[in-house]
């Protein structure tokens, strides 16, 4: 099928298709993408959880992730597919082509009402839909009203732990996480329709890891199985934590060895200088 | 014959007791009058009071009606005996790991006036730490 001579020469302008050749599709199925949600304006460049409606980008996703993958360096495989799916499905009016570095996908983005997709709008499998970091911004504002240095904080913890799932091929993601999902998944995120909703919150997320993932995860991390945090969403902690201060005794705690020894005790009066302001508290 | 000794009822008294004493060792038995442990040391301390009494001045304080001290002073023990000087706590070396007090009745009176002893000579020094005349370490015989 021949390109349409506007979007041929733009091609060939950013040196996709070389001059002349015609590029013929058959089974551009296999291409990884599926129908998620992205777009280049909101977020880190280089965040792969863009997609990712529940995500909105923090400090961390900047300095983490700096400027993602170059669009040279794509396989050749991919950019053939993507222009074989152009070839025959090119896109409609103002729709145009947009490259993700986090992902290392291409979408298309529509410029006039704001709606990303994919694949090509005219690919029988397109779903078209609202730009990702939007739904997650808006979901964000819902869930956690003005709050948004508070919210990026957990977000930012909730997404540093599913990172360090994926990375592994995280078992028990949900399809949002997946980039290669199955075509039951896709089957499954199509039949939801509307793809934001309000239950899923990031809590979800925590509880998908289940616990042996978790613990898994604490043994990578060097954190001891009987620690909370191996468990639970407690974080590290040092022996002396959760212990009340108000155990502290009078000699110096922090000697040790043959120091322990030598650590005198304060003075009566200093003592009760020391419980004055407490008492006072507590009237 | 804790009852011949001086008894001090709240923090604000034991602070004082210790801070008005310029020139002796200050020997504070936190305890019950009640404990046998302590009725022992307390005979003990009877004992020996008039005889350090150039020296030292020893007070009896009970911890249920003082419990300010407990926590800082790690008073677990029925009885315990800490020595002061000069508003400062003096250490001794009593080789049972636990420099800060005697824990046990003592109940050789010259032992305790050996000790008082070495305190007060110690403390005039300037020391904060100072070594007991008798190794305690083998005291419980097992």
Redesign the interface.
């Given at each position: 099928m021949p390109l349409p001579p506007a979007l041929l020469a733009r091609l060939q302008k950013r040196g996709i298709i070389k001059q002349e050749e015609e590029v013929i599709a058959e089974n551009y199925d296999k291409e990884p993408e599926k129908k998620q949600f992205e777009e280049n304006a909101a977020g880190a460049p280089g965040c792969p959880n863009k997609y990712n409606q529940y995500h909105v980008c923090v400090e961390f996703c900047y300095e983490h992730w700096g400027d993602g993958t170059p669009e040279y360096r794509l396989p050749e495989k991919y950019v053939a597919n993507k222009n074989r799916m152009l070839a025959r499905f090119p896109l409609p009016e103002n729709w145009v082509e947009v490259y993700d570095e986090g992902l290392a996908k291409y979408y298309f983005w529509n410029k006039v009402s704001d709606e990303v997709c994919w694949y090509s709008p005219r690919h029988p499998r397109a779903i078209i839909s609202d730009p990702a970091p939007r739904i997650a911004r808006e979901h964000a504002s819902v869930l956690f009203g003005d709050t948004a240095s508070k919210y990026s904080e957990e977000d930012n913890a909730a997404r540093r732990r599913g990172g360090n799932n994926r990375d592994r091929g995280g078992a028990g993601r949900s399809d949002d996480r997946q980039p290669r999902g199955s075509s039951d998944k896709y089957d499954k995120r199509k039949r939801r329709g509307d793809p934001m909703e309000p239950e899923k919150s990031d809590d979800e997320e925590v509880q998908e890891m289940s616990t042996r993932d978790q613990l898994k995860r604490a043994k990578r991390k060097g954190i001891d199985p009987m620690d909370p945090a191996a468990y639970g969403d407690a974080p590290v902690g040092k022996w002396a934590d959760g212990l009340r201060v108000?155990?502290?005794?009078?000699?110096d705690v922090t000697a040790g060895g043959p120091l322990f020894?030598?650590?005198?005790?304060?003075?009566?009066?200093a003592?009760?200088r020391?419980?004055k302001p407490k008492e006072d508290e507590d009237e | 014959m804790s009852y011949m000794l001086p008894h001090l009822e709240n923090g604000w008294q034991v602070d004082q007791a210790i801070l008005a004493e310029e020139d002796r060792v200050v020997v504070v038995r936190f305890g019950h009058d009640w404990d046998p442990t302590c009725m022992q040391m307390d005979e003990t301390l009877f004992k020996i009071a008039p005889k350090v009494k150039n020296f030292a001045v020893v007070y009896l304080v009970d911890i249920t009606k003082v419990p300010d001290f407990n926590k800082m002073y790690e008073l677990y023990d029925p009885c315990t005996v800490m020595f002061f000087f000069r508003n400062k706590h003096i250490m001794v070396d009593l080789g049972t790991g636990n420099n800060n007090k005697i824990n046990w009745a003592v109940t050789d009176g010259q032992e305790l006036i050996d000790i008082i002893e070495t305190v007060y000579r110690g403390a005039r020094k300037g020391r904060g730490l100072v070594v007991s005349p008798k190794d305690y370490s083998t005291k419980y015989k097992y």
């Open positions: 108000d155990q502290v005794t009078g000699a020894q030598q650590r005198p005790y304060p003075a009566p009066g003592i009760l020391k419980q | -």
